[in-house]
């Protein structure tokens, strides 16, 4: 599909069981994205939630309009890479901003982030929670240093040039992250690393913006032992890959 102007943005939203955090994510970007006079999209990608999110996802097309929110649903849980290429299919920003949908990520970051490209034409605008005055809300202290822990083993292991590679708030130029979606084999978290690790190796500018990371109000987190274990395997292949 063609890009329906110089500045459309594609909002993808991997969801699973969502429903208590959807309407309001939708209605925080399309209320932040809408007062900057921004032109986007909200792409809700649903892996099969057994709580009533795509539901809940289909009345929010209903109020929103079917060109401002789109459901692409999956049958399961098929990993977070490949959700992102599934919603890129249906994109037609050539800007995609990718961020959770558990309120843990504001909205009112993605206008900062538009400015930031602006300015230095940057391939990516990654949120950091490392840098200026960017910090994590609402974790406890393992949590904390499992993922500053795993955020120092990997500017360690590979120099990625970007201070905060766990993090998935980014902003990508629609080409850019075909690109990179090409040559990532991860799947789930550290997806998210390697496309950093990616970006570097093909020679891709990335400009960073501090954001604040509250952790999610409903629903579990995502994040259990054999995440971990896979983000540490992950880091090793890269280390021995890349």
Known sequence: ?????????????????????????????????????????????????????????????????????????????????????????????NFIVIMDADLSHHPKF?????????????????????????????????????????????????RPGASDLTGSFRLYKKEVLQKLMEKCVSKGYVFQMEIIVRARQLGFTIGEVPISFVDRVYGESKLGGNEIISFVKGLLTLFATT
């Open 1 to 93: 599909m063609a890009a329906r102007g110089p500045g459309r943005v594609s909002v993808l939203l991997p969801t699973y069981n969502e429903r208590d955090n959807l309407p309001l994510v939708v209605w925080l970007l399309a209320r932040t994205l809408g007062d900057s006079g921004i032109d986007f999209e909200i792409i809700i990608i649903d892996d099969g939630s057994p709580d009533g999110t795509q539901e809940v996802a289909q009345q929010l097309v209903k109020i929103y309009g079917s060109d401002k929110i789109l459901l692409r649903p999956r049958a399961k849980k098929l990993g977070l890479g490949t959700a992102y290429i599934h919603g890129m299919k249906y994109a037609t920003g």
């Open 110 to 158: 993605i206008p900062e982030f538009i400015r930031k490209q602006k300015e230095g034409n940057f391939d990516i605008v990654s949120g950091t929670r490392y840098k200026g005055n960017g910090g994590v809300y609402g974790w406890d202290l393992k949590r904390k240093l499992i993922s500053r822990g795993a955020n120092f083993l990997t500017q360690v292991l590979l």
